[in-house]
């Protein structure tokens, strides 16, 4: 549908042309199957203790999540903590030794990304929690890893970005080493998953697609790349209607893909009052991604990227509560 009106002269015929463009985007999407699904919480108290004063990836977002998804009573949650023991083998699919060897040498990555004492084990943890959620979704059960550090960041070559190991990458091409044909990654973090398309870019069996503020950092994600990597970059300060319309239309592209597993990026940082982005999205749009997600009717799991606003337990519950079908 094309439009040629200017959403500053017509305000109200540019909100109309929006609202039927999502509608026309949100109609390829079944009906969410009526059974209710317990969701596994894939996380580990030892992963808040480290911090650095003032730094918004704080424990306060694992901690403030774990006591609200406790306190609740809508949900239905079993609780487990990240299996050990990662072998090199796993982590070197998706970067350089020297990655690997950084994360012991005690100097700040950059003038984002500190170095913490023990960071490699933190690191190595949340991945492990990547991979149990590949496990869980291969046995058809829903999962959520709450864990920190995020990983979206993380190149082949590099930590950046708040992220140390890229989580989401290492699950995905473990994945697809033991067996896995068609892959896709769905990241809804506001910021451009560049390390995910570095290090999947042009791999065969897997696809990746990204809806995200842009520019913004890290100032990637402009357009598509690769053969693979479909960005769907969203105007600072765009309309709500317009930012639901670009997640609507990469689901639309994911499914039209056939995967046979779905790898999520679930950052919570496109919300309206995050403070590291100029984005419209309200608890009810995580509501209905989580919906959208159970819909495509595709084994999955989830992984926490951003999010750094007080709101992000009732943001990850909303959340949470679209994937269980409540």
């Known amino acids: 549908m094309a439009c040629d009106c200017n959403s500053s002269e017509h305000p109200a015929k540019f909100s109309s042309v929006l609202k039927n ?21 894939i996380t580990d108290e030892r992963c808040t203790g480290y911090a650095r004063a003032g730094h918004p990836e704080n424990p306060r977002r694992v901690a403030a999540t774990v006591a609200r998804l406790k306190s609740q009573t809508e949900l239905s949650l079993a609780w487990t903590a990240p299996e050990t023991g ?21 100097e700040d990555f950059d003038e984002d990304t500190p170095y913490f004492d023990h960071i490699a084990g933190y690191a190595r943890a949340a991945v492990a929690a990547a ?7 291969r046995n058809g059960e829903t999962s959520f890893s709450l864990m920190r550090p995020p990983g979206h960041h993380a190149t082949r070559q590099k930590s950046m970005g708040f992220c140390y190991l890229n ?15 068609r892959i896709a990654v769905f990241d809804f973090d506001v910021h451009h998953g560049n390390g995910t398309e570095d290090i999947l870019r042009n791999q065969p069996g897997v696809e990746f ?16 790349t690769g053969r693979n990597c479909f960005n769907y970059p969203v105007s600072p300060n765009a309309p709500r209607l317009m930012y639901r319309a670009k997640l609507a239309q990469a689901l639309d592209d994911l499914r039209s893909y056939r995967p046979e597993l779905i790898a999520v990026s679930a ?3 496109a919300y309206v009052h995050d403070p590291l982005a100029e984005s419209p999205l ?30 992000l337990p009732e943001l990850i519950l909303a959340y949470l509560k679209g994937t269980a079908g409540k």
């Open 21 to 41: 463009i999502l509608d026309e985007l949100l109609c390829v999407f079944p009906t969410v199957p009526a059974k209710l699904t317990f969701v596994k919480i």
């Open 209 to 224: 697609f990204s809806v995200h503020q842009h520019p913004a950092y890290p100032n990637t994600g402009a357009e598509n």
């Open 167 to 181: 989580n989401i990458a290492i699950a995905v091409l473990q994945a697809q080493a033991t067996g896995t044909k």
């Open 131 to 137: 991979l149990d959620g590949l496990k869980f979704a």
């Open 86 to 106: 990662i072998t090199e083998e796993i982590l070197l699919r998706a970067h350089l030794p020297e990655v690997l060897r950084r994360l012991n040498l005690p």
């Open 267 to 269: 950052g919570f940082d």
């Open 282 to 311: 309200l608890p009810e749009d995580y509501y209905w991604l989580g919906q959208s997600l159970r819909a495509l009717n595709v084994p999955y799991f989830s992984v926490l990227e951003g999010g750094y606003s007080e709101d």
